[in-house]
């Protein structure tokens, strides 16, 4: 099956070698996706552009790269030189939410496929783009892009511009989905009422967060109580995976840890719904899915999905507790790799027909 591209309908070679952009690549998510694509058997790191590091070699900016034999030649280049190289197949969009589209015709010229890792094009209700993302309501895209969320999203897109998920926002999804997916039941197995809590890693905000670290560091807080972009995103994404119209609340906290995003969901479960059809709807949804795991029959804390499990990989872990009617739902994965670079790569293997998982972790780095 994971043979063909899905953009040209070409058979993929086993031995084949894309062209790949990084823009934004002195980034948090740009220095994953390098790390990455580094040890990717189908990827040649073409074109690795920066602003204010621009001319760095990537060691320089990223110490954690600077050993890998691969990294000595590599530098970052102004995004303006995209256009004096060949086109690339691929350009990864790591930029701050706001500044691709107005460079996305510049990317667009010069990449076959655009993959953003950044908000810009996630949702498309006007007035919610015009709230959370007014440069993109500056700038409509030229095309539409396809917000692409690997394991729920029923076709592999194909066509040049794809949107990968905000990084709470698919912990988010994750955790709720086989509530509303109904496994095989007409209704979903919840009522439409939700309560999300979510905490996230400091590397969250980017290299370009002003907050310091002595501010951050034994301390845990909140970020937004109402009004996170993610949230307008879960309920959109929600309703295009299920059909079902979720009331969502959605809190973010603020962790003193670099990587991690830890979800908490707590619905209702609808009348004569029992532990046993929640458990089965949870296999269901991501039975053969190497990249969500669901946590079997969880008893003692270390049994759930936890930070230490999935921060260095591309895993998302997600468990359910039922109580009565009450159903309590986990999911926890790191932010720069399940919830960035990693599930932009793992979208570039799929549609570029190669193996899903190819240079893709899914051990977690730890203690
Ligand atoms: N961090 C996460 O956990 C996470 C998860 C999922 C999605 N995202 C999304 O991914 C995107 C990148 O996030 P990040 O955390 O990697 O951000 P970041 O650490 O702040 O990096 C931003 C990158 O964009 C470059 N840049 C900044 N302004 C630019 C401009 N005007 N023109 C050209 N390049 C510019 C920066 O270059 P210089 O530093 O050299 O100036 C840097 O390479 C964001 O849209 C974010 O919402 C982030």
Not at 261 to 266: G, K, N
Request: with cysteine.
């Amino acid at each position: 099956m994971a043979d063909i591209d899905h953009l040209t309908g070409n058979k993929v070679l086993a031995n084949e070698k894309i062209r790949v952009a990084v823009v934004g690549a002195s980034g948090y998510t740009g220095g994953e996706v390098i790390r990455l694509l580094l040890e990717h058997p189908h990827v040649e790191l073409a074109f690795l552009s920066a602003e204010r590091s621009a001319g760095a070699a990537i060691g320089t900016v990223h110490p954690w790269l600077r050993n890998h034999p691969k990294a000595g030649g590599l530098k970052f280049r102004p995004l303006a030189e995209l256009a004096d190289i060949d086109a690339v197949d691929v350009a990864f969009g790591c930029l701050p939410t706001g500044a691709l589209p107005e460079r996305l015709p510049l990317i667009a010229a010069h990449a076959k496929r655009v993959l953003n890792l950044g908000g810009d094009y996630r949702l498309r209700a006007e007035s919610e783009v015009r709230t959370h993302y007014p440069k993109t309501a500056e700038h409509p895209p030229l095309e539409d892009f396809a917000y692409y969320v690997p394991e729920l999203s029923p076709e592999v897109p194909d066509g040049r511009f794809v949107n990968l998920p905000g990084c709470m926002a698919v912990t988010t999804i994750y955790a709720l989905y086989p509530l509303f997916a109904g496994a095989g039941r007409t209704e979903p197995l919840a009522t439409d009422r939700v309560v999300v809590d979510a905490k996230t890693g400091s590397t969250g905000g980017g290299r370009g967060s002003n907050e310091p670290p002595a501010e951050r560091t034994g301390n845990f807080r909140v970020h937004k109580l109402y009004g996170h972009r993610h949230a307008p995103e879960v309920r959109q994404a929600i309703a295009d995976f299920t059909g079902a119209a979720v009331d969502l609340r959605f809190s973010t906290h603020s962790l003193d840890v670099a990587r991690g995003i830890m979800v908490t969901a707590y619905a209702e479960l609808r009348e004569g719904v029992t532990s046993l059809d929640v458990k089965r709807a949870y296999a269901k949804a991501y039975v053969g899915k190497p990249f969500v795991r669901v946590r079997p029959a969880p008893k003692a804390p270390q049994d759930f999905p936890m930070l230490k499990a999935v921060v260095g990989s591309n895993v998302a872990e997600v468990a359910i507790a039922v109580q009565g009617g009450q159903v309590v739902a986990v999911a926890a994965l790191d932010n720069l790799i399940k919830g960035a670079a990693g599930q932009a790569i793992q979208a570039m293997n799929l549609i570029s027909g190669f193996d899903e998982t190819a240079g893709l972790p899914t051990t977690a780095v730890s203690p």
